[in-house]
């Protein structure tokens, strides 16, 4: 474990600010506007967004924002030069908005492919004019669309569709795919909007960063590379700036223990669920990495991971989270007093990258084995009857857990089964 700093100093040149991705919105016309790529690395390739004009959408009024951006700063952030479309007046053509915002995609110093261009439609009642326009352009090489139902006409060009609930797709052939979501509009990937759905979204998202990287040719980045990093500054490094330096503007961590229990006389779960820790935008993340977690972890935190598996926008790490709790542990324990036991935790961390930077975490683990390993839940508890006073063994593991998981073969499954578990007479 190298050297790192043991509480936040705002004035070291660990916390130097880390300047986030920036590039401006380029406004065309009053219909098109122009956003280069949002990432570290400040190229990709084109995509040209068909949007709808604000007024035609029914606009969440109430409750808070998604964190989920805009579809024009979602594509940036994801790496691509974007250009946005909204349908104009009367006499607005599509097929001329395609041709000026390719163009203005190639004036672009940051588009770092300039053979091959894809579409993405968000508006269903311009379907047939951008399967025309895109079908007549050699330079337009893929087509996504959110439609609100299946549609006759197809483009001559590899076409990926989203569709809601009710719709019965054609049969995907070689060059269209469909797929359906259980939702009522096509509006569900739109955040801004009272049909949104943050699942649907998030799932329809996923496939069409597959779809477009597969013809466009990429961005493509290193997952792995960028989850280190950013674990290193949380560990190692123990700089918040730099930790926060490797996610994307408005991210979010929740860490999700798999239950909460309460001693009171007899087991009972918490019935208000599982107590998150972590934090959701970038001023309460900040706040979280600062004030509870990067310099709150002990000296001989580690983790140990025991497989990964690696998809087109995620990592999915199997870890083994081990520390001397010799202190608080917010993240983990909050207000658990210091036992000074060694704890080894298996967790599974969902790490969602868009582009070269994390957007969210989700990490999972076993409270109780948590508890119990740091002494604060016993292996039995009382468990009265109406035959009298009973005892119940907990089916909680301790560090055998860890151990068996590291090394199948270090351990016996199905213990749990035994005589001495579960109800005991007094």
Not at 30 to 53: A, C, D, F, K, Y
Not at 236 to 246: L, P, Q
Not at 270 to 299: C, K, W
Not at 300 to 324: H, K, N, W, Y
Request: with cysteine.
């Amino acid at each position: 474990m190298s050297q790192f700093a043991t509480t936040y100093d705002p004035n070291s040149a660990s916390e130097l600010p880390v300047a986030l991705p920036s590039a401006p919105l380029v406004v065309l016309t009053e219909s098109e506007v122009l956003q280069p790529p949002l990432t570290r690395r400040g190229t990709g390739p084109g995509i040209i967004l068909v949007l709808p004009h604000l007024e035609d959408l029914n606009l969440r009024k109430t409750g808070a924002k998604p964190l989920d951006p805009e579809p024009i700063q979602k594509w940036a952030e994801e790496g691509f030069a974007v250009a946005g479309i909204t349908p104009s007046s009367a006499g607005w053509s599509f097929e001329q908005s395609l041709k000026r915002t390719t163009d203005a995609l190639l004036d672009l110093k940051e588009l770092d492919t300039r053979d091959k261009f894809a579409v993405v439609v968000y508006c269903p009642e311009l379907v047939p004019s951008v399967i025309s326009a895109v079908s007549a352009d050699p330079r337009i090489v893929a087509l996504v669309i959110y439609a609100s139902s299946p549609f006759v006409q197809s483009a001559s060009i590899p076409t990926l569709v989203h569709l809601p609930r009710g719709s019965k797709p054609a049969v995907s052939s070689s060059s269209v795919d469909f797929h359906v979501y259980p939702c009522a509009s096509p509006r569900f990937v739109l955040p801004q909007t009272t049909e949104y759905d943050p699942g649907s979204a998030a799932l329809a998202h996923s496939r069409s960063l597959v779809f477009l990287r597969k013809w466009l040719g990429g961005p493509v980045f290193d997952l792995e590379a960028i989850w280190d990093e950013h674990t290193y500054f949380e560990f190692e490094d123990r700089s918040v700036a730099k930790t926060m330096g490797t996610m994307v503007a408005e991210p979010y961590v929740n860490h999700v223990p798999t239950v909460n229990i309460v001693i009171s006389g007899a087991l009972q779960l918490n019935s208000d669920g599982p107590q998150m820790t972590g934090g959701v935008r970038r001023e309460n993340l900040t706040a979280f990495y600062r004030d509870h977690f990067i310099f709150a972890n002990p000296p001989d935190t580690a983790m140990q991971v025991v497989s990964r598996t690696v998809g087109p926008d995620r990592v999915i790490d199997e870890f083994i989270f081990s520390f001397t709790h010799d202190r608080i542990v917010d993240a983990l324990l909050p207000g658990v007093p210091p036992s000074g036991k060694k704890l080894t935790i298996p967790m599974i961390a969902v790490v969602n990258i868009r582009g070269d930077r994390l957007y969210n975490e989700h990490i999972w683990w076993d409270q109780a084995t948590a508890l119990r390993q740091a002494g604060v839940l016993p292996s039995h508890v009382p468990y009265p009857t109406p035959e009298g006073d009973w005892s119940l063994r907990l089916p909680v593991a301790g560090p055998e857990s860890a151990a068996m998981l590291l090394d199948e073969a270090n351990g016996k499954s199905n213990l749990m089964f035994e005589d001495d578990w579960g109800l005991q007479q007094v």
